[in-house]
């Protein structure tokens, strides 16, 4: 299956290398369109990331869409049709009373409109470039008003004998599941910029994968990552994203793939294959890693920033009042200034671990206080002996200094799924594994075959 998408989808390439086009239609189990190609922009295959939409039959909600038919929601259809709804924007400043005055309706309407939203109050607050539709009667006077909230959601206020009455129409969206793939050339947020992320789901990805790589000192040119997710589509258009249901994201020639998965519990996390949580006991870069100077040199292609063997610890360069995390769950040993640390906080995590976070602009924990994994510590400075802003990490194991960077292995182990559950993860991500690996492998057919 994977080899026939991947050679029609490297002959079609080939077919339409050099040239523009949008839609190719495969042979995938159902159909799946590469939308990646567009007229305006240079084709050059080698290096074109290629988003990869597939709105096949996995629309996970369970509502569809409907047009919605606006006389449906009146008893007065009938002689609703001789009568038509005309639009008025919503002005800075307005509000309903400025609007029916505007739209010369009568001061009885308004106030009955009011009276019928008073349990959901929506029309109370109205914004800058949203719609009302209203409808009229022959003489002028107010039969419907619509109220369209948010795309999915309009309120619809219809005249009966007492006054109006009020219904909601919901809306859902189409759920469809997008495949992106990136190489890094110079920074992850470029990279998955030009494959077409959003700096909310590149995010997103550097949190699954924030226990297995740094991603303040690990990512290299050359690095790769692939993301299956999911976006809300309401008539065509995109109005959101979903979740990551996917990743897999290659380090160094080393490859990283995480699940979504919701356990018995409801709890939802992400996993390895083989079902171990990738949410470690420590996560590696205990800081925003997206303020630290430089994700990675362009040029030398390896972090300014590195291990110093005299010190002891990690640098981390990044801007006075960059946020600095607890890596991981544990109790405030230490809160305190000194001339050579400055402001520093110590957290030990159990019996065996410490972690050390030195030269902070601010310490924001007491001694003695607990704290989560991702927790505010303090924030980045230049306190004590420091040349410049930086954030100075250091990791103990029964006392001694080690590389946190290495010591992964020899950390306490993640939870990992067992038995019967085990086996009901593998059942639920075969298909988004399949889907990965092929989307994957046929990106990279394609960049390989592509000639011009
Ligand atoms: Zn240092």
Do not use: C
């Not at 976006?231 to 979504?260: T, V």
């Not at 992400?270 to 990738?278: E, I, K, W």
């Not at 306490?412 to 085990?422: D, S, T, W």
């Amino acid at each position: 299956m994977i080899r026939h998408l991947v050679s029609e989808l490297r002959a079609a390439l080939r077919a339409a290398a050099g040239h523009s086009f949008s839609v190719l239609t495969l042979t995938f189990g159902a159909t799946l369109i590469l939308a990646g190609f567009t007229g305006s922009e240079p084709v050059e295959a080698r290096r074109a990331v290629m988003p990869i939409e597939i709105p096949l039959a996995i629309e996970t909600s369970t509502a569809t869409e409907t047009d919605v038919d606006y006389d449906a929601a009146g008893q007065q259809a009938v002689a609703a049709e001789q009568e038509t709804w005309r639009d008025v924007a919503v002005r800075r400043g307005d509000n309903l009373s400025l609007i029916f005055s505007r739209a010369r309706l009568a001061g009885e309407d308004l106030q009955a409109i009011l009276d019928a939203d008073v349990k959901a109050r929506s029309l109370r607050q109205l914004f800058p470039g949203q719609t009302l539709s209203i409808r009229t009667d022959a003489d002028g006077r107010l039969t419907g008003l619509r109220y369209a909230k948010s795309p999915l959601e309009t309120s619809v206020f219809t005249r009966n004998d007492a006054g109006f009455e009020r219904a909601d129409e919901v809306r859902s969206p189409s759920v469809h599941r997008v495949f992106r793939h990136a190489t890094l050339k110079s920074s992850l947020f470029e990279a998955g910029k030009e494959a077409g992320l959003s700096n909310r789901i590149v995010l997103e990805l550097a949190n699954i994968f924030g226990g297995v790589i740094d991603f303040a000192l690990d990512p290299r040119a050359g690095d790769s990552f692939s993301v299956l997710y999911e976006e809300q589509h309401l008539d065509g258009e995109k109005i959101g994203e979903g979740a990551i249901i996917a990743a897999e994201y290659i380090n160094k020639g080393k490859s990283f793939s995480a699940f979504r998965h919701q356990d018995a519990h409801g709890e939802i996390g992400y996993f390895s294959a083989d079902g171990v949580s990738m949410r470690k006991v420590f996560m590696l870069a205990p800081l925003d890693f997206t303020r630290v100077s430089s994700n990675f040199n362009m040029r030398r292609l390896h972090p300014i920033m590195k291990v110093v063997r005299p010190h002891r610890g990690v640098d981390y360069s990044a801007s006075t009042g960059t946020p600095v995390y607890a890596s991981g769950d544990g109790k405030v040993t230490a809160s305190g200034y000194s001339r050579s640390n400055g402001n520093y906080v110590y957290v030990q995590h159990g019996n065996r671990f410490q972690t050390r976070y030195l030269h902070l602009h601010k310490r924001s924990v007491r001694v003695g206080q607990r704290v989560k994994q991702g927790q505010t510590i303090g924030t980045v400075g230049a306190t004590g002996l420091a040349t410049g802003p930086h954030l100075h990490y250091e990791f103990l194991v029964d006392g001694v200094h080690k590389n946190p960077g290495t010591i992964l292995d020899s950390l306490p182990r993640a939870q990992e799924l067992q038995g019967r559950e085990l086996a009901a993860f593998r059942s639920s991500i075969a298909g988004a594994a399949t889907q990965l690996a092929a989307y994957t492998n046929a990106w990279e057919m394609a960049v390989v075959s592509g000639d011009e």
